[in-house]
């Protein structure tokens, strides 16, 4: 009987390191009511190369720290992109090239929608219009119709737009209709 004793404690330690690498009960990368969660916002990581949306190549699959993009209705804006948390999406004038304009203080006040993976198109988002950029801090930003995208810090809630027609740190900001034109002005 004592020879069994140390199979049976490594059978059982190997079935507790499995049940464990596969995940509990973390919310984090789960769906909310407007899509993925919202992890990898704000975070650094390393630099690469651009990419753009649905460009005709194969796309990396979703991880689950990919940011999602879907459509509400806002306020008189109408229809407009938001986050996965239902917050209005904005593009800053300044961004050029699908490059983005907006660090240090900017960034504070308008959050960029980073992720870690291919952002997905939900809920009336056009996924041939999203893609992704690579700033300066290493991040990658999703972007919509070639501009990258922002949160405002003003916008406490789901249905707010108090970054609607802004003119800060040196251009307006605006939403995008899901066609990828201005909504507000």
Known sequence: MIRFVPALSALALGVALAVAGCGGGSSSGEAGAYGSSREGAGSSRAAGGESKGDGGGSSPAPGPGAASVSVAS??????????SEGLTLYYFEKDKGGKSACYSACASAWSPLTTDGAPRAMGGAESSKLGTTNRKDGATQVTYADWPLYTYAA????????????????????????????AGE
């Open 74 to 83: 806002v306020g008189d804006l109408g229809k407009v992109i938001v986050d």
């Open 155 to 182: 916008d406490a809630k789901p249905g707010e737009d108090n970054g609607t027609d802004v003119d800060s740190f040196g251009a307006t900001w605006y939403p995008l209709h899901p066609n990828g034109e201005k």
